[in-house]
């Protein structure tokens, strides 16, 4: 069976998947994440997120470890050339690993909003304290 296609958007990604030899590709230019999911356990698999780095990887092994369905949860970066890393999950209770990996990418990207929401307040706050000051 051939490796099926599909995009990964917050919160689309299917509940069982059917095989677990697919790819979620996603256009680099539109900031859409790509991931590759090898394995044969819906519990224990290996995710390759294309074109990302320490970055996403350590603050979602973080967001995904905060997970009590979660035994285990890291990244490696393949090679330093190689703009990619196998992200592993391995979760207790027939749960599968894509659960937590969804609801740890939902919740990054809700602490991101949060973040750049409050940075933008901040800076329109100075910005109107110094429009007083020159006032």
């Not at 859409?32 to 356990?41: E, K, P």
């Not at 901040?122 to 006032?135: A, C, G, I, T």
Request: some cysteine; hydrophobic content about 30%; glycine content about 8%.
């Amino acid at each position: 069976m051939g490796k099926r296609t599909h995009t990964l958007d917050r919160g689309t990604l299917p509940r069982r998947p059917a095989s677990w030899s697919r790819l979620f590709t996603v256009d680099v230019d539109t900031g859409v994440l790509r991931v590759q999911a090898d394995g044969t356990d819906e519990g224990c698999v290996t995710f390759v997120l294309h074109e990302e780095d320490h970055t996403l990887g350590n603050s979602l092994r973080y967001m995904v470890m905060k997970s009590l369905d979660v035994d285990f949860c890291g990244y490696s970066i393949t090679h330093p050339s190689e703009s990619k890393i196998n992200f592993r999950i391995q979760t207790r209770g027939g749960v599968p690993a894509v659960e937590p990996l969804r609801r740890g990418l939902n919740e990054l990207s809700d602490v991101c909003q949060h973040v750049l929401n409050t940075f933008q307040r901040s800076v329109s706050e100075f910005r109107s304290q110094q429009d007083d000051v020159m006032d």
